[in-house]
């Protein structure tokens, strides 16, 4: 085997979702408000350690677990939308969309997230950022590769995938001598 090796590591476990309302909205559309069960998958290429690891499963078990749980039954509301108001008053979480239809959610039923729409492609996308956050935050090596897919429904899933960069290599050092200390 003289040629590049190439190695991923990939965790798919059935507890590895969120049950979570949403709907998709955007200038002249809007869903109404459903549910799914999204589960998520998440794979990790890089570079064979000398413990013959590319990264341990159970550091991206727990990593991809933490974030799972924070959208757990809440209504993810897509805060950077171009077509939402979205306003907070008090508890409540109030919503109008373009041509004034309107929702009052309790703000502890909410997750307001940094995306545009609450698509598959958008919340893998945010998934990926914060699997990436907890896996620096776990001191996790180096990788090469992140992806990570939402599935909103079986056999339909949206995949995100990002490079290691020079971003998650000063990550990496800053959680390592937050660590230290
Ligand atoms: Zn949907």
């Not at 590591?9 to 799914?36: C, D, P, Q, S």
């Amino acid at each position: 085997m003289g040629g590049p090796q190439r190695f991923d590591v990939f965790v798919g476990k059935e507890y590895l979702k969120f049950n979570a309302a949403h709907f998709i909205a955007y200038r002249g559309f809007r869903e109404r408000l459903h549910g799914h069960n999204y589960q998520v998958t998440v794979r990790v290429e890089g570079e064979l350690g000398a413990d013959g690891y590319v990264v341990d499963f159970g550091v991206v078990k727990r990593a991809t677990k933490r974030v799972c749980e924070a959208l757990d039954e809440y209504t993810i509301l897509p805060a950077a939308s171009d077509c939402l108001s979205i306003v907070e008053t008090g508890d409540s979480v109030e919503v109008t969309y373009e041509d004034g239809t309107r929702f009052v959610l309790p703000r502890s039923d909410v997750v307001l997230l940094p995306i545009v729409h609450s698509s598959a492609e958008e919340l893998a996308r945010y998934v990926a950022g914060r699997v990436r956050e907890e896996l620096l935050a776990d001191g996790a090596r180096p990788w090469t590769r992140l992806e990570v897919s939402v599935s909103e429904t079986h056999g339909q899933a949206a995949t995100f995938a990002a490079t290691w960069s020079e971003h998650d290599a000063s990550a990496a050092r800053a959680a390592k001598a937050g660590r230290a200390r």
